[in-house]
């Protein structure tokens, strides 16, 4: 599965809040992945300088931050203060169902 490109290293969350704070338009990119182990996550990714900048976010633990819900994370971003958000979900990683499973 194709992840998001990034153009920067990740940066931590202290970082993040440093970017809000001194003024820049930062926008929250959700990338959802399916792992096989324990279903699915919502990686975050931050945009700034008009989208010029893609950079991943790590927690304080450095690892990727990421979440199982989707409105956790859109409430984190909205906490974090972020201005927009934007979800990418890779359909391909998905099996299509026969029609007599949709029932």
């Keep these: ?9 990740p940066l931590n969350v202290e970082e993040l ?8 338009q930062v926008d929250l990119l959700l990338e959802y992945r399916l792992d096989d182990l324990e279903g699915g996550y919502y990686y975050v990714f931050v945009s700034y300088l008009n989208g010029k900048m893609k950079r991943q976010v790590y927690s304080h ?13 859109i ?3 909205k906490k974090s203060g972020l201005v927009s ?4 979900v890779d359909f391909s990683i998905y099996k299509i169902r026969p029609n007599n499973d949709r029932n």
């Design 1 to 9: 599965m194709a992840t998001l490109e990034t153009n920067e290293i």
């Design 85 to 88: 958000c934007e979800v990418k």
């Design 17 to 24: 809040k440093v970017l809000v704070e001194s003024g820049h």
């Design 75 to 77: 409430d984190w971003g």
């Design 61 to 73: 633990r450095n690892k990727p931050r990421r979440f199982k819900d989707v409105g956790r994370a």
